[in-house]
């Protein structure tokens, strides 16, 4: 099947102020990465890596300085916003649960709100947001409370149920668990998951925690500086990785099984050794630095992409030297 959405080569800079002196700050560089339909795609990579801005520049929050987006077939500017029937076809959803939410707007006027936008009537607005609280799993009783009166899942329910009412083939979800208890993260995991078979959404999941993104992913992307450096089926990536980044943050996820674990408290950067900047990135791979198979080559050529199985690509020297 075609993919519901695919990016070329996109980049993103920030002009930033580094030291007194201005800056160009590379957030995401040359990235490439298909969605199927009906299907997460799952992104990784630790704080800064440009995960945020990735999801902001598909949904058209962000404008790109280069490359290509082609959406369920059509072609999308990446550098020109977005008209509103574009951006009706992705949604996003945010870590903060309240942040992202109107403190003095009801439930239902919250849900209402993108529907107003685009122009629906009463009628079909009252009917979608019953629709879409039911489906989330908020009580009707909800519909004229206000967001401090909800608990933090609630929340983040009434902001899934928001990015549904427009009934979008996209949902881009940025940290959308992250800011949750443990057991109403598995809930909210749990829902999505029933959403996604129920309206035949498409994911895009984001998660600096890699238990969570294997939960619901069926392919994943691992960045590092602005790149994806491995992508594939979540299963292979997740039984046999092969960048050394997805191998240093593999090694370091604290297992869910408390038979297995052996450290005291989660580990959630790969190494103490310390990132790069994004403004002066390190020349040719940028992994080098702390990578523990690094030779003069990653120093001088940047690894592009290669294939190394049925939609598996790694971008690591390791694999394109004989
Ligand atoms: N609006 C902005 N202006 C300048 N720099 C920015 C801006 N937004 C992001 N950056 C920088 O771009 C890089 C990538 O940031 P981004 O928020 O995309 O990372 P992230 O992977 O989402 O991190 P986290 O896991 O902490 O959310 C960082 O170095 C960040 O400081
Ligand atoms: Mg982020």
């Given at each position: 099947?075609?993919d519901l ?12 102020r ?16 298909t ?69 003095r ?22 009917e ?25 899942g ?21 940290e ?44 994943v992307?691992?960045m ?6 491995e ?17 240093l943050?593999?090694?370091s ?16 950067t ?38 190394v ?14």
């Open positions: 099947m075609a959405l695919e990016l070329i080569d996109i980049s993103k800079t920030f002009d930033v580094s030291g007194g002196r201005r800056a160009t700050l590379s957030a995401v560089d040359h990235v490439s990465l969605v199927r339909p009906g299907t997460t795609l799952g992104i990784v990579g630790e704080s800064g890596c440009g995960k945020s801005t990735l999801a902001r520049v598909i949904v058209g929050l962000h404008l790109a300085d280069d490359g290509e987006l082609v959406f369920d077939g059509k072609q999308m500017l990446t550098g020109k916003r977005r008209t509103p029937g574009e951006l009706k076809q992705m949604q996003m959803v945010f870590q903060d649960p309240s942040s992202a939410l109107n403190p707007a009801t439930i239902s006027e919250s849900i209402a709100f993108p529907l107003q936008v685009q122009g629906a009537s009463k009628s079909v607005i009252a979608r947001v019953a629709t879409v609280m039911r489906d989330v799993g908020l009580p009707a009783a909800y519909a004229s409370r206000y967001p401090h009166q909800l608990s933090g609630q929340r983040q329910r009434v902001n899934i149920a928001r990015a549904l009412a427009l009934q979008p083939k996209l949902v881009v979800l940025d959308a668990v992250s800011a949750l208890d443990k057991s109403i993260q598995a809930q909210v995991l749990n829902l999505l998951s029933d959403l996604q078979d129920e309206y035949g959404l498409t994911y895009v999941f984001i998660s600096h925690d890699l238990n969570v993104v294997r939960y619901l992913s069926d392919d992307a691992v590092y500086l602005g790149q994806v450096v992508q594939g089926s979540a299963q292979q990536l997740y039984d046999e990785p092969k960048h050394p980044y997805t191998q943050l593999l090694s996820v604290p297992t869910l099984d408390p038979a297995e674990s052996t450290r005291d408290e989660p580990v959630d790969a190494d103490s050794t310390e990132i790069p900047s994004p403004i002066d990135p390190p020349s040719g791979c940028r992994f080098r630095t702390r990578c523990p198979f690094a030779t003069d080559l990653c120093a001088q050529v940047v690894p592009v992409p290669i294939q199985g049925e939609g598996r690509t790694v971008a690591c020297h390791l694999y394109t030297t004989p």
